[in-house]
Structure formats: structure tokens, C-alpha cells
């Protein structure tokens, strides 16, 4: 299967193809670079990338997109889109390269769908999108080089314990990477790095700076020595939102409304920042027995973030189901983290929902 998705890569004509990942994620930014620094190594050129959110009209993006002959759907769950993809292949080839919860296996349909569950037996939330967009690219050249990137993804979506041989690989490759307390997590010179990567979230522009610099870095230590300039930006959104995030880790039994019973803790985010899913990560991973759910309020949409890193609870079944019952609602991910989006006008009837659906859950 990942021998499909290579040879679909190496048929591409850069300047007619698009890729279109996961805005502001971590893994997705990742795995991004890597693709288009495989198609500048093959054809000294770059394709077109666009940043996408669950909450934007996929309509939209669709019309934008089929101008395209080649579009690359990069870590995004875009399989529940069923009528709208089979549309656009009738005007591009279309291939979805993704770990998130499935919802249609998209090769049943004539697109290529490359999904772990579709080939690994390990735990395919956990076969992040910047690891498959490595081993898939892998196959069209030696991009070793690359590697810290798919290393890189795999701390940001919590993967890397799944994937210590190759983490151990890519320390060999660059030791400086590895100092810290916890190599497979972010207390280490490259968890650091992913922070700086997810300073993303600041801003469009932020979002720009961050996959240009994974798009050009050929020394990963380079971005915390701040010898590239766009790191510096990085670092100075960084040390802005991380202020924000500190707020929320260090009060959020203040912050909180906490249910004892459910162990469940939502939490509203009046950032100016897109904070959510970092607060909720670090939350989870400080306090595994709980159910964290943080949203943030916009003007017409709610956007919210689940983690659990126990696993008591299937993260991505309770936003799935939670927003089923909501307008526009749409909700996934993985086990232990999950989020989605809705109305805003719904945003009461999505917090009498939750603790309810959680707990219909926690029975099972």
C-alpha cells in the first residue's frame, strides 16, 4: 500500500499538485515538509500547500482544489466527506494519506486511501501522519536526512513510544537532538522543537513561517540556536502563547468545571490563541485518569479538543457522537484525542451532551 502511495507521488507533476494537511497540527506540518522536500529532490520543485480546519467549508476547498490534476490529503480525516471527494475525482487524482478514526475506506471508491488500519496490526493512531508521509517517501529516494521531521510528528501525536527503534535511529542520526529527560516525549531538544513548530497556532502568518522553516531546516539544532530567522518568529509567538498555556495547565482546577463522578473536566479557552488542544495534551498526560475537554467559542463556530491518555474512553466515539446530535457538528480523531466543531448557537446543548454521553459510554 505505501508502494501505491509512492508511486502515485513519483506520477505528480509538482506544479499540478496540491497537498492539503491538518492547519496548525504539529504531525501535519511535519509531514508536509517531508512530502514536498521529497518532490523538490526529485524535481526541484514544490507543489502547492494549503492549510485546512475541520471547521472551513470543504465546498469550498473542493472548488479551490480542483483546478489541481494531483491533490495529496495529508493527515486529515477528509474520508467522511464521501459525496464531496467523489466529486473531485471526477476532475483530479485524488490520494488521502491519514491515521486519524476512519469512516470510509475510500479505496472502495477508486481513491487511494493509505490508512494504518488498512495494513499495520500496532496501534494506528499511533502510525503518525509525518511517519507515513517518511516511509512512503522512502521509497523514491534516501531521505534520511528528513527523518527528524517524522520524529518530530511522532512527539507531537504522542507516538514515539511505539516507534523507539526508530526514534533511536534518528538520535543516532542527530545525538544533539535527544538531550532531556524524556526522549520520547516533549523533555527533550526535539520536543522543544515540535514546540516551536506548533507556535503555528498564533496566526496565518505564524502558519506560513512554521511549514516554510520544517520546508528549508536542513539542521533541526539550527531552529533552537535561532540561526533561521523564521525561528526566531517562532519562539516569539512561542513564549506568547506559552503564557496562555500556563494559565489554564497551572489553574485548571479553577478553570475547570470538574464532574468527580465521570472524572471529566471541561474547560472554556478565551485565548485569543488556539491553545485548546495543547492545554488539553498536557493536561491529559499530568492527569491520565482524566477526561479533559476544552472548547473555544467563535463567532459562529465552537471548537473543541478531547484527551484521555488512559484510555478509559474512546475520545474520538464521544466527539463523533456528542456532535452528531448538533448543527453543522463534526467530531474524530483518535482514542485518546479527539475534537470536532459546531454551531455556536449550540454550544449549551454541547455541554448538557457531554457528561450524559460520557457516561452512557463509561457503562459499556
Known amino acids: ?115 494504518p488500519k488498512f495494513f499495520y496490526s500496532g496501534n494506528s493512531s499511533r502510525y503518525v501522519g509525518a511517519k507515513l508521509a517518511y516511509d512512503i517517501c522512502s521509497q523514491l529516494a534516501d531521505i534520511f536526512e528528513m527523518s527528524w521531521l517524522a520524529a518530530a510528528g511522532l512527539i507531537h501525536d504522542v507516538g514515539s513510544e511505539d516507534w523507539k527503534k526508530f526514534m533511536d535511529d534518528v538520535y543516532r542520526q542527530f545525538p544533539e537532538l535527544r538531550e532531556g529527560k524524556n526522549i520520547y516525549g516533549f523533555d527533550c531538544r526535539l520536543g522543544q522543537i515540535v514546540s516551536v513548530i506548533t507556535a503555528a497556532s498564533f496566526s496565518a502568518q505564524a502558519e506560513k513561517i512554521a511549514i516554510g522553516l520544517c520546508i528549508e531546516a536542513k539542521d533541526p539544532m539550527a531552529i533552537l540556536e535561532r540561526k533561521y530567522p523564521e525561528a526566531v518568529k517562532l519562539m516569539n509567538f512561542k513564549d506568547k502563547i506559552n503564557k496562555d498555556i500556563k494559565k489554564y495547565v497551572n489553574n485548571w482546577k479553577s478553570l475547570c468545571n470538574y464532574n468527580i463522578d465521570l472524572n471529566l473536566a471541561v474547560c472554556e479557552i478565551k485565548s485569543r490563541h488556539a491553545i485548546g488542544g495543547p492545554v488539553s495534551t498536557i493536561l491529559s498526560l499530568k492527569n491520565t485518569d482524566i477526561i479533559f475537554v476544552t472548547y473555544k467559542v467563535g463567532s459562529k463556530i465552537v471548537n473543541f479538543n478531547i484527551r484521555n491518555q488512559n484510555i478509559k474512553i474512546n475520545c474520538s466515539d464521544l466527539a463523533k457522537n456528542v456532535t452528531a446530535k448538533l448543527e453543522n457538528g463534526t467530531g474524530g480523531g483518535h482514542i485518546p484525542a479527539a475534537g470536532g466543531s459546531f454551531a455556536a448557537k449550540d454550544l449549551n446543548r454541547f455541554l448538557e451532551l457531554l457528561p450524559k454521553i460520557a457516561k452512557e459510554m463509561l457503562k459499556k
Open 1 to 115: 500500500m505505501l508502494a501505491a502511495a509512492a508511486d502515485f507521488i513519483r506520477k505528480c507533476r509538482p506544479e499540478k499538485t496540491v497537498i492539503v494537511y491538518h492547519k496548525t497540527c504539529g504531525d501535519g506540518i511535519c509531514a508536509t515538509a517531508v512530502i514536498a522536500r521529497t518532490f523538490k529532490k526529485l524535481t526541484n520543485k514544490f507543489p502547492k500547500i494549503i492549510p485546512y480546519a475541520y471547521d472551513e467549508d470543504f465546498g469550498k476547498l473542493t472548488a479551490e482544489i480542483k483546478k489541481y490534476g494531483s491533490v495529496i490529503f495529508l493527515d486529515l480525516s477528509i474520508d467522511k466527506y464521501k459525496d464531496e471527494l467523489l466529486k473531485l475525482k471526477n476532475s483530479s487524482d485524488v490520494l488521502i494519506i491519514d491515521h486519524h478514526e476512519l469512516t470510509n475506506n475510500m479505496n472502495e471508491n477508486g481513491i487511494l486511501h493509505i490508512h
